[in-house]
């Protein structure tokens, strides 16, 4: 079956720390995304890639920056933490080609900025 | 970019019919309708997606109409563990850094005893 896996479920940092959150698929898919997600919001793309070393800004990327060294691995790099980055960050990946390829969920990561 | 609108919240009692609707006015020509569901403290998780007309699987059904300006996610004799947050997801990426998605705000449906 597939899986997304996100290394931590809850995690507690201080502000200005670099934060980093990772997140690993097993079923070699092309693509793969971050999310937060905050109440009455929904969820919001932070960035995308399509390809190992590849990345695309999302909608609310400011604060943030990303690595794919490996295809089946996507980290998502707080730069400097500050609390309005308090939030549900999810990763997802789906296969190439167009958006009639599911995405699968990870089931995410509670950051809370002290 | 296709803008989503969904109602923020639902209520149904177990074993109704439960119709959630999606507004996507400026939806593209190669944009797909996809829905998924979110149980509280887990990840979405696909449920349904169509192009145009209606689909059909083991779990809901999702009408959209000619214009493809909305979609009606459609969940038969709804039980308590259908009680979530259901997303609409519009739009198309072809990969190479193209891509238009946009996920609504979600619609939490609460089905009642």
């Known amino acids: 079956d597939v899986k997304v896996t996100q290394s931590s479920r809850y995690l507690v940092k201080r502000t200005g720390e670099k934060v980093f959150l990772e997140c690993v698929q097993d079923?070699?898919?092309?693509?793969m995304f971050w999310y937060r997600q905050d109440p009455g919001l929904g969820l919001r793309l932070i960035y995308f890639s399509y390809d190992v070393k590849m990345k695309e800004k999302g909608d609310i990327p400011e604060g943030y920056s990303v690595s794919r060294e490996k295809k089946e691995r996507f980290s998502l790099i707080l730069e400097s933490a500050s609390t309005n980055q308090t939030s549900m960050y999810l990763c997802?990946?789906?296969?190439?080609?167009?958006?009639?390829?599911?995405?699968?969920f990870g089931d995410g990561t509670r950051l809370s900025i002290l | 970019l296709a803008k989503t609108t969904q109602p923020i919240s639902m209520d149904s009692y177990e074993g109704q019919e439960v119709n959630i609707t999606c507004s996507h006015n400026n939806i593209a020509t190669n944009d797909y309708i996809t829905w998924y569901q979110q149980f509280p403290s887990q990840g979405p998780r696909f449920i349904i997606q169509?192009?145009?007309t209606k689909v059909t699987n083991e779990v809901a059904s999702l009408f959209i109409p000619a214009d493809r300006k909305s979609s009606t996610l459609s969940l038969p004799r709804v039980s308590l563990s259908d009680t979530a947050v259901y997303y609409c997801l519009v739009g198309d990426y072809s990969g190479a850094g193209s891509y238009q998605l946009t996920f609504g705000k979600g619609t939490k449906l609460s089905v009642i005893p």
């Open positions: 997802a990946s789906s296969l190439a080609g167009r958006s009639n390829q599911p995405q699968h």
């Open positions: 169509g192009y145009k």
């Open positions: 079923m070699d898919h092309e693509n």
